[in-house]
């Protein structure tokens, strides 16, 4: 089985600072890696997802990932964020030959003005 | 073009009361999964479906929660005798192939009094 581990629970940064928000990831197959962001009171949006070649992956809003397959790692990180950026991130992984996704349990992250 | 649409957004019942909730995929997306996220947690998985029938369906909670997608679009999720242990907010999500991005709606706040 798949499980996804996020670190951070709550995550404040001030305005234009950079941010890494952490995920560690456990399985025994090769996997595919996304992050989702949830805005209050909206449904899961992509962020980024890995499924193959280039580690590091850039996605929308500026931010990137890198895969670290030896670490077993898929941090997200933006060099700076802005007040847009308040929102809660997932983590999530699925197998090449599955169907569900494994979330972690979300990163809240506060920008501070 | 609309994205997965859920219904109702808001749903309030009392304990042992059956409840049904609807989920409209994006339109052409032959993958159609259900996910039940509880408060600070992650999306958990329920069921997928592939077309009409239901592929996987290992994250059922117990046999009070059922699923159907009769024509391969609109899916319902039905719960029986609902538990306050019930109350979450109840995911769809739909994809073109099992490989790639899932793309999710806004949900249904389940509360069981």
């Known amino acids: 089985a798949q499980s996804v581990t996020q670190l951070d629970s709550q995550v404040p940064v001030f305005e234009e600072a950079p941010v890494e928000l952490r995920c560690n990831y456990s399985s025994s197959v090769s996997v595919y890696l996304f992050w989702y962001v949830q805005y209050p009171n909206q449904g899961l949006q992509l962020l980024l997802k890995y499924l193959s070649g280039s580690t590091l992956v850039k996605g929308i809003n500026g931010f990137e990932a890198e895969f670290n397959k030896s670490q077993t790692s898929f941090h997200l990180r933006k060099p700076s964020v802005h007040i847009s950026d308040t929102a809660e991130y997932f983590c999530?992984?699925?197998?090449?030959?599955?169907?569900?996704?494994?979330f972690g349990t979300g990163t809240s992250l506060t920008v501070i003005p | 073009g609309a994205g997965v649409s859920q219904t109702p957004s808001n749903k309030v019942t009392e304990k042992g009361k059956y409840v049904e909730l609807r989920c409209d995929p994006i339109?052409?997306?032959?993958?159609l999964y259900w996910y039940r996220q509880s408060l600070g947690q992650g999306p958990e998985f329920l069921i997928y479906f592939q077309g009409t029938g239901a592929a996987d369906d290992s994250g059922l909670p117990n046999d009070r929660f059922f699923a159907v997608r009769p024509e391969g679009s609109v899916s319902t999720l039905k719960i029986q005798r609902t538990e306050r242990g019930d109350s979450a907010v109840y995911l769809c999500a739909s994809s073109q192939d099992t490989d790639n991005e899932q793309f999710f709606g806004p949900g249904t706040r389940l509360t069981v009094l």
């Open positions: 339109s052409g997306h032959t993958a």
């Open positions: 999530a992984v699925t197998t090449r030959a599955g169907n569900q996704f494994y």
